[in-house]
């Protein structure tokens, strides 16, 4: 059974950095695609940024450059970098996984993390 795992969640200031986790219980490469999602309150869920079995990553135009989705296969987790964050980035953070030929640009999750809590204080 897969289980993607996020930590690294918390409260920042404004203007502050996070990098989350998402630890994996298999290998990264059993995954076409994985990601990262958000979900604020009153919000739908938004893809921000994903990475392919070979590497390849793209971002959400709404972040400005601030994020950065990278991994360590060797210890099959994936982190996402998070820079000059404002209070309008404050939600739940979500970690997720496609399996085989799955684009998480084009097809929902085939699995999911439980989520961190991100809030930026203003």
């Known amino acids: 059974q897969v289980q993607l795992v996020e930590s690294g969640g918390g409260l920042v200031q404004a203007g502050g950095s996070l990098r989350l986790s998402c630890a994996a219980s298999?290998?990264?490469?059993?995954?076409?695609?994985m990601g990262w999602y958000r979900q604020a309150p009153g919000k739908q869920r938004e893809l921000l940024a994903t990475?392919?079995?070979?590497?390849?990553?793209s971002y959400a135009d709404s972040e400005e450059g601030r994020f950065t989705i990278s991994r360590d296969t060797a210890q099959s987790t994936v982190y996402l970098q998070m820079n000059n964050l404002k209070p309008e980035d404050t939600a739940v953070y979500y970690c997720?996984?496609?399996?085989?030929?799955?684009?998480?640009?084009?097809?929902?999750?085939?699995?999911w993390g439980q989520g961190t809590q991100v809030t930026v204080s203003s």
């Open positions: 990475i392919s079995r070979g590497g390849r990553t």
């Open positions: 298999g290998s990264l490469f059993s995954f076409n695609d």
């Open positions: 997720a996984a496609g399996g085989l030929g799955k684009w998480l640009v084009a097809s929902p999750p085939d699995y």
